[in-house]
């Protein structure tokens, strides 16, 4: 078996890189087939952008757009808040925050349902999701990464969690345990497990966990999860036809979580490569996107950021910013405490008993809750970033009575993260998003102020520190190292520093080309209000 197949070569930050920017690839991928049925559509031979959304090349959809919306708040609020995350979907939903274009658009209908549930409360629920077995679309599995990429060491909590995030909009069984058991799967490939042990007959178990993990859950695994990732071998399995579409055996790339699962595993088995699954999955059609997000995140994790193609990582929309939030995530890791309150499996069905909360030094402590039963969440601390001035702790960073933090730092804790790279993009977008309002609005009366805005947008720009003497300009201006390459994994786990994205110029020209994306968004802003004021 090559090294490719055992995953033994890869690094931990270079697989959890692999796990962000894999389900981003995938969905830019797929977007181009979404909708089209198998065959009545040209080979799709790489990230070609168009589909019926008709998106740039590298531009991508909802499923990235959640999955960075849930990687923001886990960052942010230090730890899993359900409300938060539900918060952020709503500001996407009606803002189009966190997306590829500017816009909300493919959201799917048990998604919309859930957000509309949590609107409905007033924004007061954890977790909004229909239970109702025909709402179990595959919208959660789709954004699931950055909660078994924060939880990686703790696979049992990692699984847990997976399903909470899974219930803030699809509650049904099987949307639940699918997210459980990819995040186990994820948490695997992350920490370097080979891809015969990945999709072993019987199922795979994390390391650390007992072998009859997955049967001695209370309630065990959906029978039909169970089915599909227990027993039976998924690359001997061939896609559907037209004329045979529900014959046994067969795969289907539809919106049914299940059947989105056993695709993006027949994808991962049936292939050597990251590139290649993909485009299996890409020119099955139909929920291309979404399928081919879902197995790119296994195949990223398992292959690592370096085994996605160069040329599909350079074109990803908000590639900087997907890339400092894969980080922090992988940063933030490292700093969670032990847990040993879950030492034993955990129930889908939420626990009628106090919550028991993890605290430094991995004692544990009952915590009151005047939560109902069905809306109590899992709580774990990450320990706040070590000082790097003092070697203290970050001021600013303080717990909240929901696990989270309060405060508007840049990042909760009052670092910088991504060497500035997320406060560069919020400025933007919430100047993106003045601008959006102002056109739906129709409160431009001269193209004059609406290039005004426009300026002021793209001058937010705020460079985090001057080039030293190890850089260069070329003759295009941009930053150049020689003591680190951006697409180089092993250069990047040896930074120095709690801004990981490298040397300080990559950090500035991944602010750059967020500018210039916000910028590229307004231009065809720009020929809208031209034409609205005519």
Known sequence: MSSKETNNTTNSLDRVLGTLVGLACGDAVGTTSEFQRRGMFPEVCGMVGGGVFRLKPGQWTDDTSMALCMAQSLIERLGHD??????????????????????????????????????????????CGSTDPMEAGNGSLMRLAPAPMLLRLHPQLAVTVAGETSRTTHAARTAVDSCRY?????????????????????????????????????????????????????????????????????????GYVVRTLEAALWAFGRSTSFEEGCLLIANLGDDADTVAAIYGQ???????????????????????????????????????????????????????????DAVAGGATHAMPTTEPPEQRVTRFVVKPAADEAGGGFQQGAHQGAGGGVDGNEERAGGAFWGGGVAAHYQRLEDAYVAIKAKIRARSYHTIEAFEQDVSAMILTRQPTHEPDANTSEDAGGASKTAKHDDDNPESREASTGKRTLGAEETVEKAKDALTEEFAARA???KVNVRMMLQ
């Open 298 to 356: 296994l195949a990223g994790a398992f292959y690592g950021y370096s085994g996605i193609p160069a040329e599909w990582r350079n074109k990803i929309a908000l590639k900087g910013l997907i890339e400092a939030m894969a980080e922090e995530l992988f940063d933030m890791s490292n700093r969670i405490d032990s847990c040993p309150h879950l030492a034993t499996p955990a129930s889908t069905i939420p626990s009628t008993s106090d919550t028991t």
């Open 182 to 254: 990819y995040a186990g799967l994820l948490v695997g490939a992350m920490n370097g497990a080979p891809k015969e042990k990945l999709l072993a007959m019987g199922g795979f178990v994390p390391t650390g966990l007992p072998d009859d993990f997955w049967s001695a859950m209370e309630p065990p695994l959906d029978p039909e999860v169970a089915e599909v990732v227990l027993g039976a071998s998924h690359a001997e399995r061939e896609p559907s036809t037209k004329e045979m579409p529900t014959r046994q055996g067969t795969i289907r790339n539809d």
């Open 82 to 127: 359900p409300r938060d995350q539900l918060e952020r979907y709503l500001g996407w939903h009606e803002k189009g925050r966190l997306s590829s274009n500017g816009a909300c658009f493919d959201i799917g209908n048990t998604t919309i349902g859930g957000i509309d549930r949590f609107r409905a409360s007033g924004n007061t629920r954890n977790f």
């Open 523 to 525: 231009a065809i802003d």
